[in-house]
């Protein structure tokens, strides 16, 4: 049962333009997470995220950045897209910290022409 | 740095058949170990994780893994295998309050 859910599923976008992911889930949970996931199924964490704490991963470039109204949502906001952002955006939520199970969503497929 | 590695990038196997998915990992300090499967076009689906006790976990539909700290490995294995198993299969360790470090990813094709 899907308990983390995205939106949309896919958005075809042009380089330049600003697009915004959303994400939420109804688990509880307290920490929520961005992942991308490129062509080859590489899997790579981006953002880290609860009410304490935003961990960033550093190769992550400026132009993304996490936006959270409350601890059930964190969205992904792109400001400037470029072609490399092509990509699956998986989010995903644990119950607290890294030794916690993480329950994923369906993932948003970014196509940057 | 944790790093993952997963040595098969693809996996034939039929029906019924036992399936080993081999995963090596570094790093100093305490971690979790996690297996994750991916069926084409979905998200991520947990499997099992290990962060103490005893060495061989089960997980769900039939998974389990073993955790070696001598070999560093967490090597997910399933018995008989079927053809609704064929997916991606994704290694994973992480740390306290850090996202998942994932392996490349071992893909599994189960003919009948």
Known sequence: ETAVFQTPNYH??????????????????????????????LLKIMFSYNNKQLIVNETVPRRFSPQSSD???LNLRIKSVEPEDSAVYLCASSLLGGQDTQYFGPGTRLLVL | TQTV????????????DSVELRCNYSYGGSIYLSWYIQHHGRGLQFLLKYYSGNPVVQGVNGFEAEFSKSDSSFHLRKASVHWSDSAV????????????????????????
């Open chain 1, 71 to 73: 601890k059930a949502h």
């Open chain 1, 12 to 41: 075809v976008t042009q380089v330049g333009n600003e697009v915004s992911f959303n994400c939420k889930q109804t688990l509880g949970h307290d920490t929520m997470y961005w992942y991308k996931q490129d062509s080859k199924k």
């Open chain 2, 89 to 112: 299969y994704f290694c994973a360790v992480s740390a306290w309050a850090q996202g998942l470090t994932f392996g490349l990813g071992t893909r599994v094709s189960v003919f009948p």
């Open chain 2, 5 to 16: 590695s997963q040595s098969d990038a693809h996996v034939t196997v039929f029906e019924g």
